[in-house]
């Protein structure tokens, strides 16, 4: 399974664009990128998912470099509730083996 | 649609004793995984399961015993709890040809002391 990592904080402040960048070098053919948002004292929730290129939804944009190794989480105008812990997850579709997180960013979005 | 159901919420055991975490999802999905979540550690899997009759271990499964009976439930069993157990316990489920977007319930907070 491939590995990622992630900075362990970020901060910003309300109406900014935010960027969080998770490296996973070792990706392989079949392995799709997702991330989560998660508050506190509540479970992970999927925000996007994404293999090649960009993906975008109402919530975020997901860019993928062509070489696939890192991938980059946007979000638009963040909001003081936009402060949680974001999980970058890369695992192949099919679930033969279990997936892994790494440990996240938290985002802290000040006024 | 209750998606995944995780009881109880909240769990006090001493060290020493069992307990049976549960978790069901009305999805009908194959794939279904026990998290653990410390401070500072992010989320690291327990155990994880397929489908019905098929289960096997994650990064950290020692101590816990999980089986897979039903397509809907995935109960996670602590023979004898310790206080290295003390911990949030996430269960997630997804379809097998998408395991990666993963639904999860609201947790379970256990403490052993």
């Known amino acids: 399974l491939a590995k990622t990592t ?19 070098n070792n990706i392989a053919t079949n392995d799709y990128i997702t991330w989560y948002q998660q508050f506190p004292s509540q479970g992970p929730r999927f925000i996007i998912q994404g293999y090649k290129t960009k993906v ?22 963040v909001s ?15 679930g033969a083996d279990g997936l892994t997180f790494g440990k996240g960013t938290h985002l802290i979005i000040q006024p | ?10 769990q006090v055991l001493k060290t020493g004793q069992s307990m049976t975490l549960q978790c069901a999802q009305d999805m009908n999905h194959e794939y279904m995984s ?7 550690m992010g989320l690291r899997l ?10 096997d271990q994650g990064e950290v499964p020692n101590g816990y015993n999980v089986s897979r009976s039903t397509t809907e439930d ?3 069993r602590l023979l004898s709890a310790a206080p290295s157990q003390t911990s949030v316990y996430f269960c997630a489920s997804s379809t097998r040809d998408r395991a990666e977007k993963l639904f999860f319930g609201s947790g379970t907070q ?3 002391l």
């Open chain 1, 6 to 24: 992630q900075p362990i904080s970020m901060d910003s402040y309300e109406g900014q664009e935010v960027n969080i960048t998770c490296s996973h």
């Open chain 1, 56 to 77: 975008t939804n109402e919530v975020a944009s997901l860019f993928i470099p062509a070489d696939r190794k890192s991938s980059t989480l946007s979000l638009p105008r």
């Open chain 1, 80 to 94: 003081l509730s936009d402060t949680a812990v974001y999980y970058c997850l890369v695992g192949e579709g099919g």
């Open chain 2, 1 to 10: 649609n209750a998606g995944v159901t995780q009881t109880p919420k909240f």
């Open chain 2, 34 to 40: 026990w998290y653990r979540q410390d401070p500072g």
């Open chain 2, 46 to 55: 327990i155990h994880y399961s397929v489908g019905a009759g098929i289960t």
């Open chain 2, 74 to 76: 995935f109960p996670l």
């Open chain 2, 110 to 112: 256990l403490s052993v």
